[in-house]
């Protein structure tokens, strides 16, 4: 069995429990698989990554970066050469959580690139599976050529909610039924808890997001105050505060920089690995993240969290867990965002949402269960 993955890494910490989901299903599933993985998205975690899988780089991935040769056949508009396209694999998997987009202007979305991975390994006779990940919207003409490709190749796409699927449909790019829905899979993932952070169990844990300042309408400066206010706000509970890292160096420079406007009395926690992160958060009292994994996995280990929001992902997540838009924080209203905290800082209530969440998340890991059986069964 010869898995090739896309889209996942080990810099966002979100997209390091989607690798963790994926090769501890594989190692249940098929133990003796080979995996094959770009080194530059796990070059950050090839020192804490582990699993019993035969991993693999891909082939002259190295060679072709330094050579630089893409970047000539690229100007000159010729198909570029891709490591993917060395591998024959059984299974593709894409996890790349949000990247169909028009809110997403990136290589990543380049219609010619995926055209170029994709039909090379249709043409081998591989299923090429979009784990569940958010779509849309879907206007732009680069968006729209993108999915097409999707529609074309993809064995199986698996949107994680309505609004991802109502947008696929309504791009008629897809064949529907194609198109699976399936929420977020990494609630089978179990954190780690990082026993040097004891002293912040039970604690206020406060997930910045730099995209909240680039595609979320609020300016560097409001959002640094809004976090420091909510951090002051938590500090009323009586409660450890800390600001925790889950991306990369961006968001620890909002961490720094929020600790700075609190006069560096809260403290900021980086350099965790993915299972670290989801431990800690897991033993949080209240989340206040802007971060979607950083959502993930408070709600899947049962955490009352209230978010930020950029994109409707963050709504509808909340929507699987039995609660509602009314734990989207309004970034134009700041005493109605305070009011919220409080709401949650109280000891009944945060109880009552406790069990609401609680109870969800069996069904939610019988839907992951589900979709891995839908996948084994291509």
């Known amino acids: 069995m010869i898995i090739l993955l896309s889209g996942v890494e080990t810099n966002n910490k979100g997209a390091e429990l989607m690798l963790y989901a994926i090769l501890q299903e594989i190692e249940r599933k098929y133990p003796d698989a080979d995996i094959y993985i770009s080194s530059n998205n796990v070059g950050q975690g090839l020192d ?40 024959s694999s059984n299974y593709f998997f894409d996890g790349s959580g949000f990247l169909f987009s028009d809110q997403c202007k990136l290589w990543g979305t380049n219609p010619k690139w995926w055209e170029n991975i994709l039909n090379h390994q249709s043409k081998k006779g591989s299923n090429i599976v979009f784990l ?16 097409s490709v999707l529609g074309k190749y993809a ?4 949107p994680r909610e309505q609004v991802s699927y109502d947008y696929l449909k309504k791009s008629d790019l897809v064949d529907m039924r194609k198109v699976h829905m399936y ?36 300016s560097y400066e409001n959002y640094i105050r809004l976090l420091s206010e909510i951090a002051q ?13 889950h991306e990369g160096p961006k968001d620890a420079e909002l961490c720094v920089q929020c600790k700075e406007s609190l006069d560096n009395k809260v403290e900021a926690v980086t350099d965790l ?14 989340v206040i993240t802007s971060r979607f994994h950083g959502l993930a996995s408070s709600l899947n280990t049962g955490v009352p969290t209230l978010a930020t929001s950029w994109s409707h992902k963050y709504e509808e997540l909340f ?31 945060n109880s009552r949402i406790r069990t609401i969440i609680e109870s969800k998340v069996p069904d939610i890991k019988k839907q992951t269960c589900e979709m891995w059986n839908t996948i084994w069964n291509l």
Request: net charge positive; proline share 5%.
């Open 48 to 87: 804490y990554v582990r699993t019993n899988l035969k991993m693999h780089f891909l082939p002259y991935e190295k060679l072709i970066g330094k050579t630089h040769i893409n970047s000539i056949l690229w100007r000159m508009g010729l198909q570029t050469i891709e490591g993917m396209n060395f591998v």
């Open 132 to 147: 569940p990940q958010a779509f849309g919207p879907i206007e732009l003409e680069m968006t729209k050529q993108a999915v």
């Open 155 to 158: 064995t199986i796409i698996m």
């Open 183 to 218: 929420t977020d899979f990494t609630s089978l993932v179990d954190g780690i808890f990082p026993n040097n952070y004891n002293h912040l169990k039970g604690g206020i844990c406060i997930i910045p997001n730099k995209k909240m300042i680039e595609k979320g309408g609020i």
């Open 233 to 245: 706000e938590g500090k009323k509970s009586g409660r450890p505060i800390y600001l925790l890292n």
């Open 273 to 286: 690995n993915g299972l670290e992160v989801k431990g800690l958060i897991s033993s949080a009292y209240l």
């Open 319 to 349: 929507k699987d867990y039995g609660l509602g838009k009314e734990f989207i924080l309004p970034l134009e209203n700041k005493d109605a965002a305070l009011e919220k905290v409080g709401i949650l800082l109280d000891k009944n209530e």
